[in-house]
C-alpha cells in the first residue's frame, strides 16, 4: 500500500482507497428492494402455477444486484419482507393467487418501517 500521491492525483492503492474500502465494510449491505423482490417472486410464484413442469426463467429465480440508486438496507429489506409474509399467511391460497400484480402495497410504508 502507498501513502502517498504519485505523479497525478492520489497513490492507487494509497491511504484513500484504503479508508473508503474499510468505510465500505462497516456500511451496511444494499440489496434488493423489498417491493422488487415481492413483485419478483411474485412473479416466479405465478410462473410455477401456471406451468408446473416448465423451469422458471432464471431472471426470476436470482437476486439481481441493486441498481445504483434503487436499493434498500438489508434489515429494511427483511422487516419489510416479513410484514409482507405475515400479511400473506392470513389470507388462502386462492385468495393470494387471486391477488394483483401490485400487492406490493401490503409492504408496510416507509414511515411505517
Given at each position: 500500500?502507498?501513502?502517498?500521491?504519485?505523479?497525478?492525483?492520489?497513490?492507487q492503492?494509497?491511504?484513500?482507497?484504503a479508508?473508503?474500502?474499510?468505510a465500505?465494510?462497516r456500511?451496511?449491505?444494499?440489496?434488493?428492494?423489498?417491493?422488487?423482490?415481492?413483485a419478483?417472486?411474485?412473479?416466479?410464484?405465478?410462473?410455477?402455477w401456471?406451468?408446473?413442469h416448465c423451469?422458471?426463467?432464471?431472471?426470476?429465480?436470482?437476486?439481481?444486484?441493486?441498481?445504483?440508486?434503487?436499493?434498500?438496507?438489508?434489515?429494511?429489506?427483511?422487516?419489510?419482507?416479513?410484514?409482507?409474509?405475515e400479511?400473506?399467511?392470513?389470507l388462502?391460497?386462492?385468495?393470494?393467487?387471486?391477488?394483483?400484480?401490485?400487492?406490493?402495497s401490503?409492504?408496510?410504508?416507509?414511515s411505517?418501517a
Amino acid at each position: 500500500m502507498y501513502t502517498s500521491a504519485r505523479l497525478r492525483g492520489r497513490a492507487q492503492n494509497g491511504m484513500a482507497d484504503a479508508l473508503a474500502e474499510w468505510a465500505a465494510l462497516r456500511a451496511e449491505p444494499q440489496v434488493e428492494p423489498a417491493a422488487d423482490a415481492v413483485a419478483r417472486l411474485q412473479a416466479l410464484g405465478r410462473a410455477r402455477w401456471e406451468r408446473p413442469h416448465c423451469p422458471p426463467d432464471l431472471a426470476m429465480l436470482e437476486t439481481p444486484a441493486p441498481l445504483p440508486g434503487r436499493s434498500q438496507p438489508i434489515t429494511a429489506a427483511l422487516r419489510a419482507l416479513r410484514a409482507h409474509a405475515e400479511a400473506l399467511a392470513a389470507l388462502s391460497l386462492a385468495e393470494r393467487l387471486d391477488l394483483p400484480t401490485s400487492a406490493p402495497s401490503l409492504l408496510p410504508t416507509p414511515s411505517a418501517a
